[in-house]
C-alpha cells in the first residue's frame, strides 16, 4: 500500500496524461507560463485524473499496460478555447477524440486505479487554474486570443500513455511510460 507522503516528497496521488508533442506541445507550454507564470507542467490531456491509489505503483503500471495492449492509438484534434463554470479553469477544448479519450478513462478507471472523481470526466487540455476572481476574465480574453494566433497544426497523436506521481510541492514525476496497443512483454520472452 502506498503511503500518504515519503522523504522523497512523493505524496499518494496519481494520474495518467498523454503528452502533447512539440510544436503544438511547445506552444501550449508557453502560452501557459504566459497566463500562469508559476506553471511548469508540461501540456497534456488528461485520462485519469488526480487519484489516491491503494496498491503499489508498479501493481498499477502493470494495470495499465495490460489494459492498454488492447486499445488502438487515435488522434486527438484541440479546437476553441473555453472555461468550466464550477471551477474557473480555463481549457481548450477536445473536438475529434472526445469519445475515445471518454472510454479509455472509462475502461482504465477500474481496478487498483479505480476512483469516484468530484466531477464527470471531460477531456480538455488546461490552460490555466487557481487564478484569483479578478484575474480569470483577463486571462481568459488573453487565452482565446493567443490560441487564435496559433500556427501550429491543432491535431495530435495519443499512442503513449504517461503514469505521473503527485509531489508535496505540487508538481508531478513521470514514473512509467505506457505505449497503447502494444503487446506486453512476457518474461522469458524477446
Not at 55 to 82: H, M, N, T, W, Y
Request: charged content about 20%.
Amino acid at each position: 500500500m502506498q503511503s500518504d507522503t515519503d522523504p522523497g516528497g512523493r505524496i499518494n496521488l496519481f494520474s495518467l496524461v498523454a503528452y502533447i508533442p512539440d510544436p503544438l506541445g511547445g506552444y501550449m507550454d508557453q502560452l501557459r507560463q504566459e497566463l500562469v507564470p508559476s506553471c511548469r507542467l508540461r501540456a497534456h490531456v488528461t485520462v485519469l485524473p488526480p487519484r489516491p491509489i491503494s496498491e503499489e505503483a508498479g501493481k498499477a503500471i502493470e494495470q495499465l499496460r495490460s489494459q492498454l495492449r488492447d486499445l488502438v492509438p487515435f488522434d486527438v484534434q484541440a479546437k476553441d478555447v473555453d472555461m468550466f463554470s464550477i471551477t474557473s479553469v480555463v481549457y481548450v477544448a477536445v473536438g475529434a477524440g472526445f469519445n475515445k479519450l471518454r472510454r479509455m478513462h472509462d475502461v482504465l478507471n477500474s481496478g487498483a486505479l479505480k476512483f469516484c472523481e468530484p466531477y464527470p470526466y471531460h477531456p480538455h487540455l488546461t490552460l490555466a487554474q487557481q487564478m484569483t476572481p479578478e484575474q480569470i476574465g483577463g486571462v481568459y480574453e488573453t487565452a482565446r486570443i493567443r490560441w487564435a494566433q496559433c500556427p501550429f497544426e491543432r491535431v495530435f497523436p495519443v499512442d503513449v500513455l504517461t503514469f505521473v506521481q503527485g509531489t508535496a510541492m505540487g508538481t508531478w514525476i513521470d514514473l512509467a511510460e505506457c505505449p497503447i496497443g502494444q503487446p506486453v512483454a512476457t518474461p522469458g520472452w524477446p
